[in-house]
Structure formats: C-alpha cells, structure tokens
T-cell receptor
Framework: GAGVSQTPSNKVTEKGKYVELRCDPI?????LYWYRQSLGQGPEFLIY????????DSGLPNDRFFAVRPEGSVSTLKIQRTERGDSAVYLC???????????FGPGTRLTVL | DQQVKQNSPSLSVQEGRISILNCDYT??????FLWYKKYPAEGPTFLIS?????DKNEDGRFTVFLNKSAKHLSLHIVPSQPGDSAVYFC???????????FGTGTRLKVLA
C-alpha cells in the first residue's frame, strides 16, 4: 500500500515568509508525528497528533511553528516569519494506534534564504 | 544534552564481513530502542527494535544487543552487503511516550 507522502519535496523561501508543509499519513494510522532533521543530526521531535488533537507539541521550537490535523488524516505544518535557522528536512511519520513503530515519509527539504 | 549518542559518524566494512554499529544512551527511563536505516532523499525506514526486557533480538542478518547496565546497544549485520550502505540511526523512547529520541547517525559503507 501507499506509504507516508509529503509535499512539496523541496521548498525554497525567503527569510520572513510563511510556509506550509503537508503530510499524508498511511491510511488508517491514527498517530502522526512531525520531526525536524538538521544537517549532521538525527531527527528531532516536534509534535505528535493522536486523531485530530495535538497530544504533545512540546518539541515545537517557538510560536512561529504550528501544526494542524483537522480531520484526523492529513496534517499541515505551518511556519511563520521563516528564519535561516529553520532550514532543515522536515519529516512526517505515522503509526497505527496499537504499535510503537513509526513509518516515515521522505521529508520536505526547506531552505530559507 | 544528547540523550542518545552514536559516537562513530562513519564506518567502512568489507562485503561479507560483520558490521557493528554502536549507540549509547543516558536516560535510564528509556525502555524501548530501535534502529532505522536511511538512504539519501528517503525517510528513515524501520529495521529492528528491542524492549528493555530482552538483551537480544534477531531478524535475519540483523541482531540488536542491549546492555542495560552499560546503557549501550549495538546493531550487528552479518554478512554485510553493499545494499546495506546507508545512514543508521539509533532511537530510544520511554514506553509511556511516543517520542523517539534519535542519535546523530552512523554512515555505513560496505565495500564490494
């Protein structure tokens, strides 16, 4: 079946602009996660959804970052007033309700000029 | 403060030999550990996991060993194949949470 998909695969923007990154989880997966991977680092947890609600957003670095999952499926990560330090690969993962295993998408590479 | 550490950024191994990738952690609350493999331009893919109630888990060519007293785990790949060349991430979690804490990765190159 289809895996986790993320769009766009690459996004280049200018400092100060607003961006939206989209994640389509595996059908039927109730849990959805966003991670950020900076160069030379491992993925870093940002936020976790169980269904429509954000169960834990403690990894979001500041209030410029926000994520939604209005219907419990697709999720959008929104970044306002982007900064050069936001440049990274943003990874989305999903998992079934009864499993620890997270299935990752290919990521969106965000570059802020 | 890095709670999960992979101190070897890279490793080269001859095809057919054993690859050993190491991972150390500091948080004694971690009780579930995973290894993910990542190819360029792809997301990490799950490889193998181990719960803290075990000290070894094997799946085909891949074996993960856990030493709780040393807070150390390792991934053994035998025999190594060129297709195993990738970046390997160790991750840990407290089973009461869903957050994975990842190490910085080890780039494995298997030489034909």
């Amino acid at each position: 079946g289809a895996g986790v998909s993320q769009t766009p695969s690459n996004k280049v923007t200018e400092k100060g602009k607003y961006v939206e990154l989209r994640c389509d989880p595996i059908s039927g997966h109730t849990a959805l996660y966003w991670y950020r991977q900076s160069l030379g680092q491992g993925p870093e947890f940002l936020i976790y959804f169980q269904g429509t609600g954000a169960a834990d957003d403690s990894g979001l670095p500041n209030d410029r970052f926000f994520a939604v999952r209005p219907e419990g499926s697709v999720s959008t990560l929104k970044i306002q007033r982007t900064e050069r330090g936001d440049s990274a690969v943003y990874l989305c993962a999903s998992s079934p309700w009864d499993s620890n295993e997270q299935f990752f998408g290919p990521g969106t590479r965000l570059t802020v000029l | 403060d890095q709670q999960v550490k992979q101190n070897s950024p890279s490793l080269s191994v001859q095809e057919g030999r054993i690859s050993i990738l190491n991972c150390d952690y500091t948080n004694s609350m971690f009780d579930y550990f995973l290894w993910y493999k990542k190819y360029p331009a792809e997301g990490p893919t799950f490889l193998i996991s181990i719960s803290s109630i075990k000290d070894k888990n094997e799946d085909g060519r891949f074996t993960v060993f856990l030493n709780k007293s040393a807070k150390h785990l390792s991934l053994h790949i035998v025999p190594s194949q060129p297709g195993d060349s990738a970046v390997y991430f160790c991750a840990a979690s407290d089973s009461g949470t869903y957050k994975y804490i990842f190490g910085t990765g080890t780039r494995l190159k298997v030489l034909a």
